[in-house]
């Protein structure tokens, strides 16, 4: 079977980063190893043969960007990947870009990326292995070629693109993603597994090269926006230091981190509570002088406050201990804690960026944490897609993300609904399923 029935020739760039998927035993262990990237790609290649791609119209380049353990990811190299993935996506070169990544950082990387590359002109796809390419049971070439045909059938649509994760035949929306580990058990032996997980569930699934999309995500959802693509890596110009709460958490230890924390540079500070939005009463006065202490150094310098569960929804003002927060200063957030601190961070860049542009003028403490907070909340629906967890900011009402994902034309890829399939009354889809 052919990739597209027009005979359409498609040019697709892989990114590696290193990563279990580049990596192989050594004598020192695991880690990336030159040339492991390469192998893993012929492997793809042949599958994506298997599941009915024709060679003649796929066109694919890769590129070594780096070769790094997921776990020396920093600021820098994911401002690398970002430039990268900005100047070969603006060439109109490429009609797909799919980025290898370790997973212990990915979801780090996705966040970020999806604020420092914005309005992306064409799929940017990135994927990782739980096992390398020379173990038997290696899931490394099935994810990349898992990656190329979402990315391919995305492309298909004419659509703008857009930032995504695909992993063990599920693609989730890069933004939040959140990635989680455990054991299972296969023929008597424990066995390591890794998915992600996004809160509000899936874009679509690949299976054999066919990837059916969840009915909510039309081709107008995934990216068929006219805004321009541009680059801004100031994101990484903030450090947000993140706090997990304790019950045996003393004032006295949650006073020196904080204050460690400051005197080091951190801009802003998340802090992981527990199941409701609320802090522990004999906390409240040490997170009161810590916002004190961050407004002085900075001005907007806020102090954010998540659930432990990535699913567990906002709910400001429903506890008094929520309310009793509030009063100290603490923004509510919800969803994947890498995208609160890239949303922390980037919402830091433009209120510095705002008050710039007004010629320097002097902006009160108060002024500055309301137009962060506007800032942080918009954010939720223009890059996260989804509702804000404080539904008003400085008095704007911020819109449901699911009424802007709402389009009114026709769907022009294969939808599911609880287990039914169909096509929406657009274009022909791509023919991708298996042999």
Known sequence: MEVDSEGRRYNLLILTTGGTIGSASSGDGMKPVEGTNDRVVQKALRKLGVYGFSRSQLNIETMHLMNEDSTDMDSEKQKRIAQAVFSHMTGAKYDAIVVTHGTDTMAETLSRL??????????????????????????????????????????????????????????????????????????GKDREHITFIDPDGLVATVNNGRVTFEIRYTERAIGSRKETPYLDTSVDDYRIFVMRLDTSYTPEIVAGALKGAVEGGADAIVVIGYGSHGLPKHLLGVFADAHVILQEKGGAAPLILVPSSYSSKSTPGKYKVSRDAKEVGIIFASGTIPFVVANAAASLAEVRKAIANIGGAAATREEQDRMFRDAFNRNYVSVGRRRAPEYRAGGIEIPDAKSLLRGSGTGDVQTRRQGTQGNGSGKKLMRVSGS
């Open 114 to 187: 999806s604020f420092m590359v914005r309005n992306p002109s064409i799929p940017v796809v990135f994927t990782g292995a739980t096992y390398p390419i020379e173990n038997a049971d290696s899931d490394a070439a099935s994810n990349l070629a898992d990656a190329i045909a979402f990315a391919l059938q995305v492309r298909h649509m004419d659509s703008k693109g857009g930032i995504f994760c695909v992993f063990g035949g599920r693609v989730l929306d890069g933004a939040m993603v959140s990635e989680e580990k455990f054991t299972i058990e296969i023929n």
